[in-house]
C-alpha cells in the first residue's frame, strides 16, 4: 500500500499539532507538588525567601509547595540537583546569583553550565551586605576604620566568615582587607546562620553576610554592625553608614536571589511559573515577611534576568582577577 506526499505532511503536520497541544497542556496542567530546592540551610535569607514564595504557590502553581535545602559546595550541590532533575515544572531552583555569576571566574570546572543547565524565570529579591562584628573584638571598634586599625594590630585574628567561599559576600569581605592593605583570613561557611553562631560565640572576629542574616540577631547586644554595601543607607540598618561614606572606594555591591527551571523548562511553563511567581511576590504577606529579613521584594521577566546575569558575569571577572582567589588553589 502506497502513501502519498500529502498523506506523509498531513501526519507529520497531524503529530507536531499533537505535540504542541500536549506542550501547551503540561504547561497549563497544575503540578502536583512544587519542589523549591534552595542551597543554603535553615532559618537563613534564602531558606525564608523560598518558604515566603511557597506558601502562595500552594494552591495556585501547583496543589502543594515544598522546599529542600540541599547545602554544600557553596550553593552547587542545589544547582547540580536541580540540573538532574525533569524540567516539567515540578522543581525549581532558588539561588544567589553568585553561583552562576561568580563561580564561573573561580572555579576551572563547575558541576553545571551556568547559562544551559538552569532557565531563568523570574528575580526574587534584591538586598545589601553588612559587616558585622561580635565579642572578639573590643566595644570600642564601632566603624570600618576602627575595624582595620584593630586588625593591623591583632593579625592573627584579623578574620572574616561568609556565607559561602566564592559568594558575593566574600569578596566583599576580602576587599575591605586590599583597601586598608591588611589581609583578612576569610572562613567559608555553609549559609550566613552558622557562620553568625560562631561570630556569637567569638570564634571568629566579623561577618560578611546579607543584612537581614546579621540584623536579626541584633538583640542579643552582641553584634555591631559597621558599614553595609548598598549606594546608600540600607533601610533595614538606617544608622549605619555605607563603606562608600567611610572612604571605601568601589565598595556598592547588592545581590540578587532569582528562581529558576531546569534547563531547557518549556517556554510555556516558564511564563506559568513567571506570572505566579509575579503574583506571589507582589503580595503583602510575602512583601513583609521578607522585610523583616532584610530582603526587597523584586520580580522580573525571564529575559530581564538572563540580561542581569550577563552583565553581573561582566562586572565580577575584573574583580575577582585582582583580588586573586581561585577555588582551585
Same mark, same amino acid.
Given at each position: 500500500?502506497?502513501?502519498?506526499?500529502?498523506?506523509?505532511?498531513?501526519?507529520?503536520?497531524?503529530?507536531?499539532?499533537?505535540?504542541?497541544?500536549?506542550?501547551?497542556?503540561?504547561?497549563?496542567?497544575?503540578?502536583?507538588?512544587?519542589?523549591?530546592?534552595?542551597?543554603?540551610?535553615?532559618?537563613?535569607?534564602?531558606?525564608?525567601?523560598?518558604?515566603?514564595?511557597?506558601?502562595?504557590?500552594?494552591?495556585?502553581?501547583?496543589?502543594?509547595?515544598?522546599?529542600?535545602?540541599?547545602?554544600?559546595?557553596?550553593?552547587?550541590?542545589?544547582?547540580?540537583?536541580?540540573?538532574?532533575?525533569?524540567?516539567?515544572?515540578?522543581?525549581?531552583?532558588?539561588?544567589?546569583?553568585?553561583?552562576?555569576?561568580?563561580? /564561573?571566574?573561580?572555579?576551572?570546572?563547575?558541576?553545571?553550565?551556568?547559562?544551559?543547565?538552569?532557565?531563568?524565570?523570574?528575580?526574587?529579591?534584591?538586598?545589601?551586605?553588612?559587616?558585622?562584628?561580635?565579642?572578639?573584638? /573590643?566595644?570600642?571598634?564601632?566603624?570600618?576604620?576602627?575595624?582595620?586599625?584593630?586588625?593591623?594590630?591583632? /593579625?592573627?585574628?584579623?578574620?572574616?566568615?561568609?556565607?559561602?567561599?566564592?559568594?558575593?559576600?566574600?569578596?566583599?569581605?576580602?576587599?575591605?582587607?586590599?583597601?586598608?592593605?591588611?589581609?583578612?583570613?576569610?572562613?567559608?561557611?555553609?549559609?550566613?546562620?552558622?557562620?553568625?553562631?560562631?561570630?556569637?560565640?567569638?570564634?571568629?572576629?566579623?561577618?560578611?553576610?546579607?543584612?537581614?542574616?546579621?540584623?536579626?540577631?541584633?538583640?542579643?547586644?552582641?553584634?555591631?554592625?559597621?558599614?553595609?554595601?548598598?549606594?546608600?543607607?540600607?533601610?533595614?540598618?538606617?544608622?549605619?553608614?555605607?563603606?562608600?561614606?567611610?572612604?571605601?572606594?568601589?565598595?556598592?555591591?547588592?545581590?540578587?536571589?532569582?528562581?529558576?527551571?531546569?534547563?531547557?523548562?518549556?517556554?510555556?511553563?516558564?511564563?506559568?511559573?513567571?506570572?505566579?511567581?509575579?503574583?506571589?511576590?507582589?503580595?503583602?504577606?510575602?512583601?513583609?515577611?521578607?522585610?523583616?529579613?532584610?530582603?526587597?521584594?523584586?520580580?522580573?521577566?525571564?529575559?530581564?534576568?538572563?540580561?542581569?546575569?550577563?552583565?553581573?558575569?561582566?562586572?565580577?571577572?575584573?574583580?575577582?582577577?585582582?583580588?586573586?582567589?581561585?577555588?582551585?588553589?
Amino acid at each position: 500500500m502506497s502513501i502519498s506526499r500529502r498523506q506523509v505532511i498531513q501526519s507529520v503536520g497531524a503529530s507536531a499539532l499533537l505535540a504542541s497541544v500536549g506542550q501547551q497542556a503540561m504547561a497549563q496542567a497544575q503540578i502536583e507538588n512544587l519542589k523549591i530546592v534552595t542551597g543554603f540551610a535553615a532559618g537563613g535569607t534564602s531558606d525564608t525567601t523560598c518558604r515566603r514564595v511557597a506558601s502562595r504557590l500552594g494552591g495556585t502553581y501547583a496543589k502543594t509547595a515544598t522546599v529542600e535545602n540541599k547545602t554544600g559546595a557553596g550553593g552547587q550541590i542545589a544547582i547540580q540537583y536541580v540540573k538532574g532533575q525533569p524540567a516539567d515544572g515540578a522543581t525549581m531552583l532558588q539561588t544567589p546569583t553568585s553561583m552562576l555569576t561568580i563561580y /564561573p571566574h573561580i572555579y576551572k570546572k563547575l558541576p553545571y553550565d551556568p547559562v544551559h543547565d538552569v532557565t531563568p524565570v523570574s528575580l526574587a529579591c534584591i538586598f545589601d551586605f553588612g559587616f558585622a562584628v561580635g565579642p572578639m573584638v /573590643p566595644a570600642n571598634v564601632k566603624n570600618i576604620a576602627d575595624f582595620i586599625a584593630w586588625a593591623k594590630a591583632n /593579625p592573627s585574628q584579623a578574620n572574616f566568615g561568609s556565607p559561602a567561599a566564592g559568594s558575593t559576600p566574600h569578596f566583599v569581605g576580602a576587599l575591605v582587607g586590599r583597601h586598608a592593605g591588611v589581609e583578612l583570613k576569610h572562613v567559608g561557611y555553609r549559609g550566613t546562620q552558622p557562620a553568625m553562631l560562631d561570630l556569637l560565640g567569638g570564634q571568629i572576629a566579623a561577618v560578611c553576610g546579607p543584612i537581614g542574616d546579621i540584623t536579626q540577631h541584633l538583640p542579643t547586644g552582641k553584634v555591631r554592625i559597621l558599614a553595609t554595601s548598598g549606594a546608600k543607607r540600607n533601610r533595614f540598618a538606617p544608622d549605619v553608614p555605607t563603606f562608600t561614606e567611610q572612604g571605601l572606594k568601589d565598595m556598592e555591591h547588592s545581590e540578587w536571589f532569582a528562581f529558576f527551571l531546569p534547563g531547557k523548562a518549556a517556554p510555556e511553563l516558564v511564563t506559568r511559573l513567571n506570572a505566579a511567581l509575579k503574583s506571589a511576590l507582589a503580595s503583602k504577606d510575602v512583601i513583609d515577611g521578607m522585610g523583616t529579613f532584610g530582603l526587597e521584594t523584586m520580580s522580573s521577566s525571564p529575559a530581564e534576568l538572563a540580561a542581569i546575569l550577563k552583565k553581573d558575569t561582566a562586572k565580577w571577572s575584573p574583580i575577582v582577577k585582582a583580588i586573586g582567589f581561585t577555588a582551585d588553589a
